[in-house]
């Protein structure tokens, strides 16, 4: 049982990167079109 909750919580602080991180790049991304096209 208490293998399983640590499971879950690494899996969720996991998927929380993963966020994170698609965020930034989009931002980053983002930024370099506009760049690109000023």
Request: with cysteine; proline share 0%; charged share 20%.
């Amino acid at each position: 049982m208490c293998l399983k909750t640590y499971l879950h919580e690494y899996i969720l602080a996991f998927e929380d990167l993963l966020v994170k991180l698609c965020l930034s790049a989009r931002t980053t991304l983002r930024q370099l079109f506009v760049f690109n096209f000023i």
